[in-house]
């Protein structure tokens, strides 16, 4: 199956794709404004290891419907 041009429109138009791109970016600049600090050095590794994760793995999300709707 092939998602046109009018496809991707009439989902990047709908309320709920744009609350869930508005609640994206809201929880990445959260995460951005955040400390990655904890009680030990461990839990903070992996705090910032999880926040990089989750960070790039929304980037990953994003750039990929960009470039789908690009016909990239």
Not at 26 to 49: C, V
Not at 56 to 66: L, N, P, R, W
Request: glycine content about 6%; charged content about 25%; overall charge negative.
């Amino acid at each position: 199956m092939q998602l046109t041009q009018a496809d991707l429109q009439d989902w990047n138009s709908n309320p709920v794709t744009k609350e869930v791109f508005k609640r994206i970016a809201e929880a990445k600049a959260e995460l951005a404004e955040s400390t990655p600090i904890r009680d030990t050095a461990d839990q903070t590794a992996m705090q910032a290891s999880f926040n990089s994760g989750w960070s790039s793995g929304v980037d990953a999300v994003h750039d990929a419907f960009f470039e789908v709707q690009e016909g990239g």
